[in-house]
């Protein structure tokens, strides 16, 4: 099992930057890739980035590729999304992942591979 919380949501004005932090327990953090998904109200959950165990690989969602950065320290067992020039069509909740799988972006950008999920944290882009 992998227990997963995230923290730093918070209401921030368009055009400002919030780090959102997943800190991880349980079976080896190394081991797992990590992904980012947000879910807006009355929307499907999305994917937004994801990154493989040894942070070689990074997958982002187009819309917000040069806008926010995941990364992970393994030896904190935390991933990170750093968010930068926020739009108010990034206010979701967002959610962190775990699975034992990388692959294709396919896969690695679908909710399929990800077999651990955190309770999700609230970001709110006023304009």
């Known amino acids: 099992q992998v227990q997963l919380v995230e923290s730093g949501g918070r209401l921030v004005q368009a055009g400002g930057s919030l780090r959102l932090s997943c800190a991880a327990s349980?079976?080896?953090?190394?081991?797992?890739?990590m992904g980012w998904f947000r879910q807006a109200p009355g929307e499907d959950r999305e994917f937004v980035a994801a990154?493989?165990?040894?942070?070689?690989?990074?997958y982002y969602a187009d819309s917000v590729k040069g806008r926010f950065t995941i990364s992970r320290d393994n030896a904190k067992n935390t991933v990170y999304l750093q968010m930068n020039s926020l739009k108010p069509e990034d206010t979701a909740v967002y959610y962190c992942?775990?699975?034992?799988?990388?692959?294709?972006?396919?896969?690695?950008?679908?909710?399929?591979?990800?077999?651990?999920w955190g309770q999700g944290t609230q970001v709110t882009v006023s304009s």
């Open positions: 992942a775990a699975t034992p799988v990388w692959s294709t972006r396919a896969t690695m950008t679908s909710r399929r591979p990800y077999d651990y």
């Open positions: 349980g079976r080896t953090f190394s081991s797992y890739a």
């Open positions: 990154i493989s165990m040894s942070s070689i690989s990074t």
